[in-house]
């Protein structure tokens, strides 16, 4: 526990300098997000042992990359996109006898799946380049990180009912519930903390209720990603996705309901913006 404890430490100060400097350097925060997504995607597929498989992973990866970077420019998209599909079946017509479809469409679903996720964390910053986009980079990764640590302890020190014993044995049903209520409450206090010692204009305020039905919601969307991607690890007979990170596993097994809560406060905010901006 202590070695969990130390490690979230360190990820937290690392993530605070990276948005310190990305707030003069923006291209540091797109860099930075884009390489992440990559090594997650990596790990992903290195958990179904297509890691030396390079005709998938060079398309693959330099997909979840590029569209990361170009996440603004239109056309980047569609013509990305169209390549590396055909990449991938050009793949799998020239090498056949050791590719199948089923790793495919394997290596096709975890690119899409980190692509999504990182290009709405990068959206969500990009679409204010200000002291708002930082706001929003930081709730898609405080609910979600609040909603784990809280289902942890909660479910140490409290679990007795299993919560999907044949997906992930040592989660229980009482580590969610304290991981929804941890995640959604930490999620507020994000939005005072930014609002009382960030926002020093009076042209934008906090929507606490908006902000905490998505708290709820995205802390019950981590759950749901934590389970999807504890389903990819027993299907691929693997404990964790790498060892990156002491305590956590690897860069995916980090960032695995992030890739799922990311999305959703992008698409909530589409509708339901958090902040509200005056004039």
């Not at 540091?28 to 958990?47: H, K």
């Amino acid at each position: 526990m202590k070695t969990r404890i130390l490690s979230a430490i360190v990820g937290v100060a690392f993530a605070i300098g990276l948005l310190i400097l990305g707030s003069y350097f923006s291209i540091v925060i797109d860099l930075s997000l884009s390489l992440i997504a990559s090594m997650c995607l990596f790990e992903g597929l290195s958990a179904k042992g297509l890691n030396k498989k390079f005709s998938i992973v060079i398309p693959c990866v330099a997909f979840t990359f590029l569209m990361c970077m170009f996440y603004s420019i239109d056309f980047v998209a569609p013509i990305l996109t169209f390549v590396f599909i055909v990449a991938l079946f050009l793949a799998m017509i020239f090498n056949h006898e050791h590719l199948e479809f089923p790793d495919l469409a394997f290596a096709f679903t975890m690119t899409a799946l980190c692509t999504l996720g990182f290009w709405s964390v990068i959206a969500l910053y990009n679409d204010w380049k200000s002291v708002v986009g930082i706001f929003y980079v930081v709730t898609a990764l405080a609910t979600p990180w609040f909603a784990d640590g809280g289902a942890y302890f909660g479910g140490t020190f409290m679990g007795k009912k299993k919560l999907c014993p044949k997906i992930s044995p040592k989660k229980t049903v009482e580590g969610a519930v304290s991981g929804v209520i941890i995640g959604m409450l930490m999620t507020l206090v994000v939005g005072v903390v930014f609002e009382n010692f960030f926002f020093f204009s009076d042209s934008c305020y906090v929507d606490y209720i908006l902000l905490a039905v998505f708290g709820l919601l995205g802390a019950l969307v981590s759950i749901v990603g934590d389970l999807s991607f504890s389903l990819i690890k027993r299907s691929c007979g693997i404990k964790d996705y790498g060892s990156l990170i002491p305590g956590h596993g690897g860069m995916l097994d980090r960032f695995d309901s992030v890739i799922f809560t990311a999305p959703l406060l992008l698409i909530f905010n589409m509708i339901l913006p958090i902040i509200q901006i005056i004039g």
